[in-house]
């Protein structure tokens, strides 16, 4: 099995591959499930899966009281390969080359749920950073809701400017409403330039502190102040609704403009 050294060149030890390749083969499931397929401890298999976690390998959610584990998918790891390359490194590449070699392996052993709704949350910078990767494959115009100061407070001007050249270098339209602030206003004049048009609400009405962006099939939901989480909710209904419940603030925004 081939993936098994590529793996282990990723900083997996021969416990979390068996982990993960078995997660990526039941689907999401709690840590005590996953332990009595390999017959492991509980205890040590969660061990293994908040490792697995913190390393981009898997992700979590809570259903009820339970912690339900899902694997990564093999290509979403590799898309993170390419984006969490900071420079030029043979031995970077080479992994980048040696996991695109073992996909359609990984690929194989998942398994195919369709149509399944899914929450997923994600918690700390790096984990909310990864949320915004999985933006820049939408096939669909992004609709935000966001507020840039405290967006630029969290992730930093630079990340912010290399999230929109990504962005803008993969075609992806944004509309966006945000609170009507002097910062806002500035960064309208941008709109033609960063591939999206901005609209904006009072700033006592609209007065908010997270980011919701509506794409694909998939709403996000970002804390930017203190409590650094998010939660993507891939579910048809939820993504219309949520669109709905924007179009009808955009029309909201666009009136408010008018009476200015």
Request: with cysteine.
């Amino acid at each position: 099995m081939m993936y098994q050294n590529v793996l282990k060149n990723l900083g997996c030890s021969p416990e979390e591959i068996d982990v993960y390749t078995t997660l990526l083969r039941l689907g999401t499931q709690p840590a005590s499930i996953v332990a009595r397929n390999l017959d492991k401890k509980r205890t040590t298999v969660r061990v293994y899966l908040e490792h697995l976690t913190k390393e981009g390998f898997a992700r979590f959610n809570w259903k009820g009281t339970t912690q339900y584990f899902t694997a990564e998918k093999p290509e979403e790891i590799l898309k993170n390969l390419h984006h969490n390359k900071v420079k030029a490194s043979e031995r970077w590449d080479e992994n980048i080359r040696a996991f695109s070699a073992i996909l359609p392996e990984l690929t194989s052993i998942v398994r195919q749920d369709v149509n399944v709704p899914k929450v997923t949350y994600y918690e700390g910078i790096q984990d909310l950073k990864r949320m915004y990767i999985d933006t820049l494959q939408s096939k669909t115009e992004i609709l935000c809701l966001s507020s840039f100061a405290d967006l630029l407070d969290l992730f930093g001007k630079q990340y912010d400017q290399w999230y929109v050249k990504k962005r803008i270098k993969s075609g992806i339209f944004l509309r966006y409403i945000a609170k009507d602030t002097p910062l806002e206003r500035q960064e309208i004049k941008k709109d033609k330039k960063y591939l999206r048009q901005s609209r904006h609400l009072p700033a006592k009405l609209f007065d908010i502190s997270n980011e919701i962006n509506i794409y694909d099939g998939k709403v996000s939901i970002i804390t930017l102040k203190n409590e650094k989480i998010g939660v993507l909710i891939e579910s048809k209904e939820i993504y219309h609704s949520m669109k709905v419940m924007f179009e009808i603030l955009w029309k909201t925004a666009s009136a408010a403009k008018k009476l200015k």
